[in-house]
């Protein structure tokens, strides 16, 4: 899971007052339809350095303002991935 400060999608979906799923709440996300959705970004440490196809990132939010993924989750779904076609994906030391 990511190190951030605030919950996830899935933790928020298993919330008792949520009732749609987090597949819903990730569309709403995205949608221009839904403008009161708003993903948090929150930091303990400020930023989490990944290294995409040999390239640096101070930050998961540096690669995806680069545009090697959509958004924060894909980079952190493909650094933890153990399939081989995301090997070169790693949070950096």
Not at 56 to 70: C, D, H, L, P, T
Request: charged share 20%; proline share 4%.
């Amino acid at each position: 899971m990511p190190k951030s400060g605030g919950p996830s999608v899935a933790q928020a979906a298993k919330h008792p007052n949520i009732t749609i799923s987090e597949t819903t709440i990730r569309r709403r996300l995205l949608s221009v339809n839904y403008l009161t959705y708003r993903e948090i970004q929150r930091s303990l440490n400020g930023y989490t350095p990944v290294t995409i196809n040999n390239k640096k990132f101070q930050s998961i939010s540096a690669a995806v303002e680069a545009g090697v993924a959509n958004n924060r989750q894909t980079v952190m779904r493909r650094v933890s991935s153990t399939n081989v076609k995301w090997a070169n994906w790693k949070i950096s030391e």
